[in-house]
């Protein structure tokens, strides 16, 4: 029912607040889809991602996230907001051969620079062709897009391909920021991870931001940027519209 619901505006984009995290500010938003079946109610991405990856459905899918999370960024650029917009790409999408041209053409026609567009995309879907995903990389940063390394550390990526990856940002796991104030383990990945990625002049995110005291010790580890429901979960457009206006 996929195709159907691509046809009939059946999906949504949420989008999630990222944050400055020297200065708490919002710098920008991850798109996040969600299904809105008629009789099984919102359906997670964890739930039929997996399924539209292996119909090949996902191609579709991409292509229809990547022109609302750009319409919407272009309205918010029109209301005078300007926010860098993320969103995700599965590792399907790295082996189409058309995305390059595709992705040109849909920010060509907004008059939206490549730089306000940022890719995510997982350790694993890198490493299931190591050699398509750099080049295709290579070239879509030749473009000017951002891409970001999402699920950071959760993967295969061994520090030696990190070092070879055209990649722009580092998006530390969840499961790192969780355990922040209270894992040690955790306290000393994290810091050496954003020690690392300094070196290699990599930006930070940190996910799955939830108290205000993980914040303040990712600021004195110098990380770059901040996404979790300490801020904000993610949200439908004009929720996003009025947490903006109350919060900044
Ligand atoms: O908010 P959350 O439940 O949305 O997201 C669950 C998972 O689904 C995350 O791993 C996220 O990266 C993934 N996801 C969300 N939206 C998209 C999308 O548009 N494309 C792909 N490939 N993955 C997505
Ligand atoms: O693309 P990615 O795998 O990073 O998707 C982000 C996922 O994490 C989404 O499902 C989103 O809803 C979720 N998320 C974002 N912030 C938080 C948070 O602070 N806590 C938790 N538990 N989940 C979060
Ligand atoms: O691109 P789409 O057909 O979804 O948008 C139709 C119109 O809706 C756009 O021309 C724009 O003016 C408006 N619009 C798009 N996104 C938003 C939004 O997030 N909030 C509000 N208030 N209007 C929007
Ligand atoms: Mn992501
Ligand atoms: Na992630």
Redesign the pocket.
Known sequence: ALPEAIAERKLELHF?PKIDCATGTVVGA?A?IRWRHPQLGVIRP?EFIPLAEQSGDILAVTRWVCEAALNQQQYWLEQGRKLQMAI?LSAKDLQDSSWLSFIKAELQQRHLPAETLTL?VTESAVMADVEQAQQQLTELRRLGVKIAL??YGTGYASLSQLKHLPVDEL?LD?SFIRGLTDVENDRVIVRSTLELARQLKLETVA????EEAAWRLLQTMGCVTL????FS??LAATEFENWLSTDA
């Open positions: 999630q991850e996040l964890d995700n995510e999402d699920d998006k969840q996910e799955g931001v939830e996404q979790g429901y300490f979960r993610p």
